[in-house]
Structure formats: C-alpha cells, structure tokens
C-alpha cells in the first residue's frame, strides 16, 4: 500500500533550517530582517582551507575516495585528537562524515534498535530526539534548569536510567544553552554511564567556541573505561566556519566505527573528495584563525548579553561556549503570547527579527539567540526586540 512510513512522520523538518528560510524569503521581498537564527558562523572559511580545495579540484582529486575519508584526513584527525584532547586513536577508529550530523545519524543507526532508551537532556540540539525517533528507539528529555546552568547531574542522570538505557546523548559546549562541563561535572556522569553500562555519545562540535578562559574537555580522557564507552563527535564546521563544506567526524571503538562505516558506505558513501582535501589544511595549517573567532564571538557575546539583559523582565544563563544566548522570556509569556512559538512569530512578524523557540529546544519559556552577527546588527536586533515587547 502506497503512504510513508511510521518512522518519518515521527519527526518534522528542523525548526531552525525553516525559519531561517522564512526569515530568508522575508529578506528576499525586500523586508530587513535581520537573523538570530542561523546556528551558523558569519566569518568565511579561512583562506588556506579554500587554496586547499581549489588545488585538489585543479588535480583532478574529483572521484569517490574510501567511504570512511581519505588516509591523510583520519591522519591529521588522529593528530588534531592527540594534539588537542590529550587523545589516542588510530586511523581505524576515526571516520570523517557529511557534517557533524552525519556521524551524529551514522551513531544512531549503528547503536540504536526499538526498546532501547537514549538519554537526552533538555535543552537539546533539535537533531537528537528525531535521530533516536529515526533509528526506532526512544528518546528520554531530562530537563535541567537555568538556575543550576542547565547543567545534567549525576543524580538527575541516575534517576532516569532503566534497564532498557542504552546511551547518553551529552553536548559539551551546548546548544542553545551554552553550557560547558568542567572535569569534576563530567567525572559524576561517567561514573554513572560506567555504573550502568551505557554509551556515551559526546558531542564537541563547540569545543573551540569557549569564552573567559574556560578549557574543554573531552570525557573520553577521563579513562580508558570511559574512553571505550564513548563516541566523541566533532566537525570542522563551526571551528573553521566551515558549515557549507560538510565535513565532521567521530572517533570511537573500532566496531563502532566499522558499522559506522557500513552504514556510510550503503548510504552516502564518502564525504565530499576536495571538502575532504580542504579539511586537511584546516587540521594542519595554521590555528590563528580559530583563536580569532573565538575572541570576535567573546565580544559578540559580551555585547548581546548586555543588550538582552536589559529588556525589562528578562533572565539570561552567560554561555560558557557555543555561539547562542538562551535567555528566559517566560515574563512576556501567558497573556500576550500562548507560549514561545507566538512570542517568535511576533517578533518575525512585527520587529523583523527571526529568533528560534525553546520548545524546540525542549525547553519552552526561552528563545535562542545566535551571535554571530556584526556588533551593529546585534544591536539593531536586540533594540528592535526591546522596542516591540514595551508595545505589549
Ligand atoms: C550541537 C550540534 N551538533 C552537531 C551539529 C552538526 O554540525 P554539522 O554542520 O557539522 O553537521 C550542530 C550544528 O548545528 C550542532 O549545533
């Protein structure tokens, strides 16, 4: 019988990718919106890494390469984990991916089966639950709250975990919320996973988008039995504003990785080959540029902070990390707003600024504001916003 299956209509389109195209369309006609919603960098990918794709275009490096990367790639990634998390893997057990998102939907396939538990905590990237959903297992959203940094506990994990748990889904720095977990935090949840036997599936495509100081840290350093329970996902896209080339990659147990690779090989087969090539300079070449980014998106984070803050009624969490503020409009929410999805299109509609709910988020009462936008577009957005909720 014709119709789509049970697994699709389980998830919907990303929220954030719709209303950026909303917003687009708005601009498009001619309206000036200016865009909080993009979960995307506004610099342009650094000079060398686009050299390196144009000269790997220019000699023919334009056909399929192993599914799982090419050689030299997994390389410079194994010297990137090294490097810069203090971790050791060899080539066999790192796979380079379509995007971060990839190797996140490679990890569901492989990991995830009906009656199995995935522990996410809220707020959550918006990919997650659909990707457990997709994979036919289901999703458990712990909530965590503002007040505590909208940090997961060890005893909110604990209280959670069934007999049917098979993994945590933990992104260090987080988005929306700009969380970032410190050594002693993530110590607490490793106990747990390793007391419980789950899979840790550790999300660090922000890792180098960490602001006053503060270091990540990968769990898996925390020990070899930590480290052979988790799967760490990273991606070029964010660090290098990379976010059109594609380009991620997990590093994890050799088993993993091979079924990761299965699944890769039968679906989209190997990322991009000159993407790829353009990787390879990113690893390798000169780091300034990422140091550079980081401190424009402190300055950019300080100032929307300080412009949010001031609209009367507002709460806001100081992201660690990441390029997103999650402040709390729960003030302007009840009378004039049903709940956050009216408050965005309002603000869409009426202020010309495009922001993204909460709820998405799984986390409703908050809008998520991303920063990477000039210092003057910052300020045009958050006095818009200002201007449009003293009319309500
Ligand atoms: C937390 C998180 N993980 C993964 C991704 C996926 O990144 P990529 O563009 O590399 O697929 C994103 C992108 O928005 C993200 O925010």
């Keep these: ?37 993009a979960g995307e960098p506004d610099f342009d990918t650094p000079e060398h890494v686009k050299e390196g794709a144009i000269r790997a275009l220019k000699e023919g490096f334009t056909k399929y390469t192993p599914s799982s990367g090419i050689p030299e790639l997994k390389e410079a990634i194994c010297e990137k984990l090294e490097r810069e998390n203090g971790l050791s893997y060899t080539p066999q057990e790192v796979i380079v991916t379509c995007g971060g998102k990839q190797a ?36 458990v959203i712990l909530e965590t709250e503002e007040s505590e940094g909208f940090r997961l506990t060890p005893e909110a994990l604990r209280s959670a975990i069934t007999a049917r748990t098979k993994a945590l889904i933990l992104n260090t720095p987080s988005n929306p919320s700009g969380t970032a977990y410190t050594k002693d935090e993530l110590e607490g949840i490793a106990e747990v ?45 964010k660090t290098y504003s990379m976010t059109g080339w594609r380009i991620g990659f997990a590093a994890g147990p050799r088993e993993v990785i091979a079924a990761m690779d299965t699944i890769q090989s039968q679906s989209t087969s190997n990322p ?29 984070r300080d100032l929307l902070y300080e412009l949010i803050l001031s609209i009367p009624g507002i709460s806001c969490f100081k992201p660690k990390g990441a390029f997103y503020l999650f402040p709390n409009f729960g003030a302007y929410i009840g009378d004039r707003f049903k709940d956050d999805g009216e408050l965005c299109a309002f603000l869409l509609e009426e202020a010309h600024v495009a922001t993204v709910p909460g709820s998405e988020f799984g986390k409703p009462g908050y809008l998520r504001l991303s920063f990477p936008l000039s210092p003057e577009s910052l300020r045009k957005g958050a006095e818009r916003i200002r201007e449009a909720l003293s009319r309500v």
Excluded at 5 to 25: E, H, M, Q, W, Y
Excluded at 111 to 139: H, K, Q, R, T
Excluded at 204 to 216: A, M, P, R
């Design 193 to 237: 996973a390793l007391e419980h036997d789950l899979w840790i599936i550790s999300d660090e495509v922000y890792e180098h988008i960490v602001f006053d100081g503060f270091k990540h840290l990968s769990i898996a350093t925390l020990s070899p039995e930590v480290k052979e329970r988790t799967i760490v996902v990273n991606a070029l896209s």
């Design 272 to 300: 991009t080959s000159f993407a790829q090539r353009g990787a390879l300079e990113a690893l390798r070449g000169p780091q300034q540029c990422v140091k550079e980014m980081r401190e424009e998106y402190q300055r950019r």
């Design 104 to 139: 996140l939907y490679n990890i569901a396939l492989a990991l995830f089966e009906e009656g199995d538990e995935v522990i996410i905590p809220a707020p959550y990237w918006v990919s997650y639950p659909a990707m457990v959903l997709l994979a036919g297992a289901e999703p």
């Design 1 to 37: 019988m014709r119709g789509l299956s049970s697994r699709v209509k389980k998830v919907k389109p990303s929220p954030t990718l719709a209303i950026t195209a909303r917003a687009r369309a708005m601009k498009a006609k001619g309206v000036d919106v200016i865009s909080l919603a």
